[in-house]
């Protein structure tokens, strides 16, 4: 029997399955350290539902944030990502042999 | 602006966020072919829970579904998750530097 239980890599693959949280996740690894109101400008969304995604961020531990003044510098935490891809990992071989059969299929047939 | 739609990675990245949901994947992996019951067996969960579960995995063209008879045979798909393995990758080097500065961490500090 499996029991849901809302675990680490529950909360990781979640928060991925959003292309507003992506879009910040991609936008933290080129400028680490924007703050909340830079990272909301490109974006159409109010403050509320910018710091509803961060939350969700935050949850998952893919991002960290500190506080400065009035400014809240994000800062990405990738690490619960590895333990994602380590998990696709387990697939790989076999998206690799259905390219690698695609692949001969193609070379086999006539033009 | 970011615009929101739910693509084919939002669809992947959702399925993988549930336990049951990967947990057949990983059935699947191993034992391709299996039918809904066989899958079922082991879980807590009734027919029209298991059939919601496959559904979402069918949607995110996670597995493929053939019916002979009174049997449906599930197969794993794993194509779209070879785009959410290269999305992820992005920050591999993000996480291997994190883990380098830990070791050179660990190895500088006095027993």
Redesign the interface.
């Known amino acids: 029997?499996?029991?849901?239980?809302a675990?680490a890599?529950?909360?990781?693959?979640?928060a991925?399955?959003?292309?507003?949280r992506?879009?910040i996740?991609?936008r933290l690894?080129d400028e680490p350290g924007l703050s909340v109101s830079e990272l909301a400008r490109?974006?159409?969304l109010k403050l509320p539902g910018m710091m509803k995604h961060l939350d969700v961020l935050s949850d998952a531990g893919l991002i960290t944030r500190a506080k400065s003044g009035r400014t809240v510098a994000v800062t990405?935490s990738?690490?619960p990502?590895?333990e994602?891809?380590e998990?696709?990992?387990?697939?790989?071989r076999?998206?690799t042999v259905?390219i690698d059969r695609l692949a001969a299929f193609v070379e086999a047939s006539p033009e």
């Open positions: 029997m499996v029991k849901y239980q675990s890599i529950d909360r990781t693959f979640s991925l399955a959003d292309p507003t992506r879009h996740l991609l690894k490109p974006l159409a990405l990738p690490g990502m590895a994602a891809m998990w696709l990992r387990h697939y790989e076999f998206w259905s």
